[in-house]
């Protein structure tokens, strides 16, 4: 048998993906007949829009290998999707369509040598990805004070940007942006903005950094989230002009690896970018129906004496259990793994320590994903309530059951 000393050392030690592990860990439990709750993994509950699979079915025949930067007319349609918001500089040839934004990433980082700055709490993969090719990384660690989120001081080098935020829930205000963009430009710093969540703001109201930084700043996106179609596994990257040299290197090394992005989910994607009436009608019923439950769960860790900031984007939470600290030591708890092991045991709520989010170990932090909830069933509930009324309040006890249920379990845990 061959040794497990022939593994690169890159990879030894590192386990799946947090968020698929926890996914595992539910599934699990739930066959020994235990009640979870699954807050632990980031995936849309709403199905994808009508439009969409109708497109994808009609191409299911197509089977030629497709150029390895993507389809034409998907790549026209995710250049005209960012010309309309923000990025005024986005072009067909500046395109990249990849299987899913998580391996553009991938490639980003084998592509571009230097360093790569991470503000935390951030997305779980950053951190891995960069850690399997071997780049040197530096983190940020983000105050709650601030929101969790990075202030212009805090700036240097190559930066992944990532708002609406996960794992926070928060986003960055136009000046916020601009703040940060002045600071770039000065430093030459190249912003990977990733903006996967950007058409689930709250309000629909995303504005994105190449708006002040058009130079330096790709856009990342895809249709995981705001379409709901993770599985589909289709991200795009969006360059500035300068940066065309990084494309083109990502490029050869997609062509050396996954050759190109499955063709009839690429005929499929084109609608989303494109939009119209049907995806806007989508996105304003699934805007509203996270606004309330992100509300009304903020309100419910808020009046527990949990520290978190009221998201404004996306569908997750970022609680900080610190004010509880000298409890939960009593209670021989003293990490943030041991604090979701210990809901998970005693309430059933499933939720993924801050520690997968480049925080540190000891941090009793946790991400809350607000998804464990039929969103084809509240969609359909939402689309019999005219959008210039407001949702009533009790939409989410009857609609999204878990989630207000899983959310005061925490509540009450933490205060008993
Ligand atoms: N960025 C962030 C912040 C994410 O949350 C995710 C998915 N959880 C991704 C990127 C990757 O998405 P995908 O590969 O499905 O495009």
Redesign the pocket.
């Known amino acids: 048998m061959v040794k497990q000393v022939s593994l690169n050392m890159n990879v030894r030690g590192l386990g799946i993906s947090a968020?698929l592990g926890i996914k595992g860990k539910c599934r699990q439990l739930r066959t020994e007949g235990r009640e979870v709750f699954d807050f632990g993994l980031?995936?849309s509950p709403f199905p994808v829009p009508r439009p969409m699979v109708e497109a994808l079915r009609l191409a299911a025949p197509e089977k030629e290998y497709l150029p390895v930067k993507g389809l034409t007319e998907l790549r026209e349609a995710v250049a005209f999707f960012h010309r309309k918001k923000d990025m005024l500089n986005a072009y067909v040839e500046r395109i990249m369509i990849g299987?899913?934004?998580?391996?553009?990433?991938f490639i980003l980082q084998l592509a571009f040598y230097g360093e790569i700055i991470l503000p935390t709490p951030c997305?779980?993969?950053y951190l891995p990805q960069a850690k399997i090719i071997g780049r040197n990384n530096s983190l940020i660690h983000c105050l709650w004070e601030n929101g969790w989120k990075l202030t212009a001081e805090q700036l240097d080098q190559l930066l992944v940007l990532?708002y609406p935020?996960?794992p926070t829930g928060g986003t960055y205000t136009g000046e916020e942006l601009k703040g940060l963009s002045e600071i770039a430009r000065k430093y030459n710093v190249i912003i990977l903005s990733?903006e996967?969540?950007g058409q689930l703001h709250v309000e629909g109201g995303h504005i994105s950094i190449s708006r002040y930084y058009p130079e330096g700043t790709i856009i990342?996106s895809?249709?995981?989230?705001w379409c709901g179609a993770?599985g589909w596994?289709?991200?795009t990257f969006a360059f500035p002009p300068d940066l065309s040299w990084l494309m083109n290197a990502m490029a050869t090394v997609a062509s050396e690896t996954y050759t190109s992005v499955s063709a009839p989910i690429q005929y499929g994607a084109i609608k989303a970018f494109l939009g119209g009436l049907e995806i806007e009608h989508y996105l304003s019923h699934i805007r509203r129906i996270l606004a309330l439950l992100g509300k009304q769960s903020y309100e419910i860790l808020d009046n527990a004496g949990i520290r978190l900031i009221s998201p404004k984007g996306?569908f997750y939470l970022f609680l900080d259990f610190s004010p509880f600290a000298d409890k939960l030591v009593s209670r021989g708890i003293h990490s943030g793994h041991d604090l979701c092991d210990r809901l998970l045991e005693e309430t059933g709520v499933a939720i993924l320590a801050g520690n997968e989010f480049a925080r540190s170990r000891s941090e009793y932090s946790a991400r809350l994903s607000y998804v464990d909830f039929d969103g084809a069933a509240a969609l359909l509930a939402s689309e019999n309530i005219p959008l210039d009324k407001p949702l009533p309040d009790d939409f989410t006890v009857h609609h999204c059951p878990r989630i207000i249920e899983g959310v005061s379990r925490i509540a009450e845990w933490v205060q008993s």
């Open positions: 968020t980031g995936q299987p899913g934004s998580k391996e553009l990433m997305w779980v993969s990532n935020n996960n990733d996967i969540y990342s895809g249709i995981s989230k993770g596994r289709l991200g996306g």
